[in-house]
């Protein structure tokens, strides 16, 4: 708590919080691996999402393009704890 009554909170619970109040789909990206055990501490709505990219980054003039296409090749992220490698994609359903 802050002096003003507030809540404080990590921030992968503060963003489940606000996304649960919205109920609205998010997938997160990420290239930190170790933002996968964070965000198993934090309950994460079933509309939410996180994606962690394990592949090399891609030249700054291709990166939007090279993830938005990664992205767009599936439609089941909601849910799922996901990581992307080269040649493949592994998914994990997100603890409740």
Known sequence: ??????EL??????TA???RKRRR????LTFDKDFGELAKASPLP???GIVLLRIPPPPPGQI???????????????GH??????????????EK
């Not at 789909?25 to 997160?28: Q, S």
């Not at 939007?64 to 909601?78: E, F, H, Y």
């Not at 996901?82 to 040649?87: D, K």
Request: glycine share 6%; charged share 15%.
């Open 1 to 6: 708590m802050t002096s003003s009554g507030s």
């Open 9 to 14: 909170l990590h921030p992968v619970a503060a």
């Open 17 to 19: 919080k606000y996304w």
């Open 25 to 28: 789909t998010i997938i997160l």
């Open 46 to 48: 079933t509309t939410c």
């Open 64 to 78: 939007g393009n090279v993830i938005a296409n990664l992205i767009m090749s599936r439609d089941d992220w909601a």
């Open 81 to 94: 704890f996901s990581v992307i490698e080269p040649g493949r994609i592994r998914m994990r359903p997100l």
